[in-house]
């Protein structure tokens, strides 16, 4: 498949640098050597089967304290990944869409989009927004998304459809506007008008200064948002590398093919 | 739940910011408890005979009581000869306005965030303060007056409205109602009066700011709200100590009395020192706050935000005597560290058709212990009675404990009652998702409570709602680690 100019990889520092990047949780290594450039402007989807790491990978970018990461680097934009807690990955511009979003009862949506965004702007040095600046914000997004008001009175996914906290979660992105954007599994579950919706929103966020990751398990996600490269994560390690038309030929033959041995020899056949 | 974020530790080990001491010289009563105290304190106070004779009463009566053991709290015994009953400000004559107040008692409420010039003017709030157990100035008493609305001191309402205090005094809470309570009326030495007669709605919050300093004082105030028919009034209540090693007993009583289509709201913010992470010191605080519903279609709701003292034990109630009255209770108990708290509320149904509602959330974090303990009794008149109760339990860490004790007595076959209850944990999962969207931990922490609290909050009046969810986030200290 052609792709336009202005989304080809730029000959940029990337935005994002993994090198050997390996990982445990619970004594169990499930990261075993991830070398991975992402640049900005780019969309890199991650594919591969249950148990690959592909969430692993996804939840260490972002910080989550379960994983204990046991060697490796990270740079993001020139800095130490790893050394920076959650809340400063996330203000550096890195966000994450939840495969499974979770609930914050009583907690209502407007709050945490307004602190999160306020959050933002204040480390940008922006002043703080107020109320009714916020409200005019949010609910132009949300009106892009299809989205009804009410989701602004109600708890942080409390009660929501899958297909609600997936588009919950969009509407976050769209509002944060991240540098990187990692959705993992952000198509699943969702049903046809779902995934419209949520594939809309996506590539309404691609730009030259920003690089998305998507990470999925199903072709389907990649025919309405076409990425620029692909990965295929087999135990831990990235396997093989290509174009969008790696999707098609995992949709055909699974994932057999990545036996060891295999991997390089069909990287390049592609 | 995360054990590692040093943002999260480092905010959950913040300090009790209202715990500074007054150098102010206080005029003490001897240590301990006998009817020479209470004749002292009675004299002290100029009262007339029928209140001395009614202390008497009390404190007879209070020697055949012992202190009740079915709550669930625990705390070394009370030596109530260790006490000063009696404890004022030094000054030579009561205040006639603000500019005789002693300014560094002035300067002790403006670190505490109540500036009385500027915050009642401002805010358009009357602020009766007190300290220790006198209260020091009540502002806007001229303007309510042309209302015809009476908010003084209780020693004020004593000297210049002797006959209402004695047709009310003690008609809701009776002075040997319980041990604490019975304590209380032998040995209260102020508090705040409240009258608002006929058909007025009062025009302004209502607010008292109770504070104890002095040490080894117990602080016994006792407050008195009458709604005569039609009368609409909103009390607000806040209450600080000083950092202490010792414990300080705090015995208060509150009475509130709404006639025919009257309406009370009583809102509290108790932020009384808790105690150290250690569980050294902090207030014991056993409060019985009663209101009684004595007309038809009056309305009485109580607001508590409790977030201070080591111990905690009230039971804010209200008797429904008049017809279509309506009882509600809202409260949120946060304990963290060794904190114990054992509230709730009692509705008790009488007239016909009468209605309460009860939500309770309670905040449990570090070694904190909070118990729901409420009653709902509909009496065989109470035709129509109704109830809902909703308790809700918010766990943080592993070592804390909540519990619910809702007891319910129905005597009437027409009567609905309905109680939900719901325990939960503040997640490792909730707080990531907050973070990973560029919120500190700390305030991750605070949006998540105060998500959980929120429709105890948000029936506060909104100065006081502000208030209260800053107090929700800072109390979490040390719950983690």
Not at chain 1, 54 to 64: D, H, I, P, S, Y
Request: hydrophobic share 40%; proline share 5%.
């Amino acid at each position: 498949m052609q792709m336009p100019a202005r989304l080809q990889p730029q000959a940029t520092q990337p935005l994002l640098q993994i090198r050997g990047l390996r990982v445990e949780i619970d004594g169990k290594r499930v990261l075993d050597g991830i070398d991975l450039d992402i640049a900005p402007g780019e969309v890199v989807a991650i594919m591969g089967p249950n148990g690959s790491g592909k969430t692993t990978l996804a939840q260490v970018l972002a910080g989550r304290e379960l994983y204990r990461v046991t060697g490796g680097t990270v740079r993001f934009d020139g800095q130490d990944l790893l050394a920076l807690p959650p809340q400063e990955r996330a203000l550096a511009g890195l966000f994450l869409a939840f495969q499974y979003p979770v609930e914050i009862p009583g907690l209502s949506n407007v709050y945490l989009l307004k602190a999160a965004l306020n959050a933002q702007r204040k480390h940008r040095g922006l002043p703080e927004l107020d109320a009714m600046e916020f409200l005019q914000q949010v609910k132009a997004l949300m009106r892009e998304l299809g989205m009804d008001e009410k989701f602004l009175q109600r708890g942080v996914n409390e009660g929501f459809s899958g297909g609600e906290k997936k588009r919950n979660d969009m509407l976050q992105m769209a509002l944060l506007q991240p540098r990187l954007a990692i959705l993992d599994e952000t198509d699943s579950g969702l049903d046809v008008d779902a995934l419209k919706a949520v594939a809309q929103a996506v590539n309404a966020m691609r730009s030259p200064e920003r690089a998305l990751v998507l990470i999925t398990h199903y072709e389907r996600l990649l025919e309405v948002i076409v990425p620029d490269r692909m990965h295929v994560l087999w135990q831990g390690r990235i396997a093989a590398s290509g174009g969008a038309e790696l999707a098609r030929r995992i949709e055909r033959e699974g994932y057999a093919w990545l036996q060891p041995g295999a991997a390089l020899a069909s990287a390049q056949e592609v | 739940m995360s054990q590692s974020n040093p943002s999260l530790v480092e905010f959950l080990e913040r300090d009790y910011a209202a715990g500074f001491i007054s150098p102010i010289d206080s005029d003490l009563a001897p240590k301990g408890l006998n009817e020479d105290i209470i004749r002292l304190i009675s004299v002290k106070k100029n009262e007339p005979e029928f209140l001395l004779q009614w202390r008497l009463k009390a404190y007879r009566h209070w020697l055949t009581l012992a202190e009740p053991t079915w709550a669930k709290i625990h705390h070394p015994p009370i030596d109530y000869q260790a006490i000063h009953y009696y404890a004022a400000p030094k000054r030579d004559k009561a205040p006639k306005s603000l500019d005789e107040v002693d300014p560094e008692l002035l300067r002790v409420y403006e670190k505490l965030g109540i500036p009385l010039h500027e915050r009642a003017a401002l805010a358009g709030v009357a602020v009766d303060a007190v300290f220790d157990s006198v209260s020091v100035a009540t502002t806007f008493k001229d303007k309510l007056a042309q209302h015809g609305i009476i908010f003084c001191s209780f020693s004020d309402a004593v000297q210049n409205h002797p006959e209402l205090v004695q047709q009310y005094l003690g008609t809701v809470v009776p002075p040997g109602d319980n041990f604490f309570a019975a304590l209380n009326a032998a040995v209260f030495t102020d508090g705040s009066f409240v009258y608002i007669p006929k058909g007025v709605r009062c025009p302004m919050e209502l607010s008292t700011y109770f504070r104890i300093n002095a040490k080894d004082s117990g602080q016994f105030e006792r407050t008195l709200i009458i709604a005569d028919e039609g009368a609409q009034v909103s009390y607000l209540e806040g209450c600080t100590a000083p950092r202490r090693d010792e414990n300080q007993l705090h015995a208060a009583v509150v009475e509130i009395i709404a006639l025919d289509d009257a309406r009370v709201k009583y809102s509290t913010v108790q932020n009384w020192y808790p105690g150290d992470k250690d569980g050294k010191g902090g207030i014991y605080n056993f409060v019985t706050k009663r209101g009684e519903c004595r007309g038809a279609r009056s309305r009485i709701s109580w607001t508590q935000v409790e977030t201070g003292s080591a111990i905690t034990w009230k039971y804010p109630s209200v008797l429904l005597r008049g017809d279509d009255s309506v009882g509600e209770f809202y409260s949120v108990a946060l304990t963290n560290h060794f904190q114990q708290a054992d509230t709730g509320t009692k509705m008790i149904h009488i007239g016909r058709n009468t209605r309460s509602t009860i939500v309770s959330k309670g905040i449990s974090a570090g070694r904190g212990s909070n118990t729901y303990r409420g009653l709902v009794k509909v009496l065989p008149k109470a035709e129509g009675a109704r109830n809902y109760t909703q308790c809700d339990s918010l766990l943080i860490g592993a070592r804390c404990g909540a519990h619910t004790f809702p007891y319910i007595e129905v005597r009437n076959p027409s009567a609905q009652v309905e109680h939900e209850a719901t325990t939960s944990r503040v997640g490792e999962d909730q707080l990531f998702y907050c973070m990973q969207r560029g919120i500190s931990a700390e305030d991750a922490v605070a949006l998540i409570v105060g998500g959980f609290a929120r429709e105890v909050v948000k029936q506060l009046p909104m100065e006081f709602a502000v208030e209260a969810q800053k107090l929700l986030g800072v109390s979490l200290e040390g719950s983690v680690g």
